[in-house]
């Protein structure tokens, strides 16, 4: 006589297969749970670390924000993007969004944070203000022109400062 269909051995084995590796995989997942490594995203590992956050409003659509270090003031004012590059941060419509410049043993070279906002490809274009917070007298707005035209741009001593994570400027369209 012939046998049609699955036998049972081969049931058990299929469904026991299918149960098996979901359970596994959220068992290794939540033993091992991953760490917020994300640029702009503060934890208390990286603001254990020190850094500047920068506040970026924008109502008009998406934005960049780019990070440079300078080994001087006129490094940094030389050109929209003089200096290191060290990071570029985007996001879209939000109001108040804080952005942590994590300190790096590699700042001990440089004197000066350098930071930019404006519109993101495919946005309207438009220009940030950059107003420095009421504790960062420190902080140096310069505005620097380019083929795009006229950027509003943060330079923040990072040099003989303390290491502790402050607001120091903020940009909005």
């Known amino acids: 006589m012939k046998q049609r269909g699955f036998n049972l051995p081969s049931v058990i084995i299929l469904v026991t297969l299918f149960v098996s590796v979901p359970v596994l995989y959220f068992t290794l997942v939540l033993k091992h749970p991953k760490t917020d490594n994300v640029r702009g995203v503060a934890t208390e590992i990286a603001s254990s670390e020190g850094g500047v956050i920068v506040k970026v409003s924008s109502k008009n659509g998406t934005w960049d924000m780019f990070e440079f270090l300078c080994k001087s003031e006129s490094e940094c004012i030389q050109s929209l993007k003089s200096g290191k590059q060290w990071g570029v941060v985007s996001g879209g419509s939000t109001d108040g969004h804080e952005v942590l410049v994590e300190k790096s043993p590699e ?40 083929s795009e035209g006229e950027h509003m741009v943060a330079l923040i001593p990072i040099s003989g400062e303390d290491t502790k994570v402050r607001l120091l400027v903020e940009f909005h369209d």
């Open 107 to 146: 700042w001990k070279d440089f004197k000066f944070v350098k930071v930019f906002v404006h519109s993101a490809w495919g946005s309207i274009s438009r220009e940030f203000s950059a107003l420095p917070t009421s504790d960062s007298g420190l902080v140096k707005i310069v505005k620097i022109s380019d």
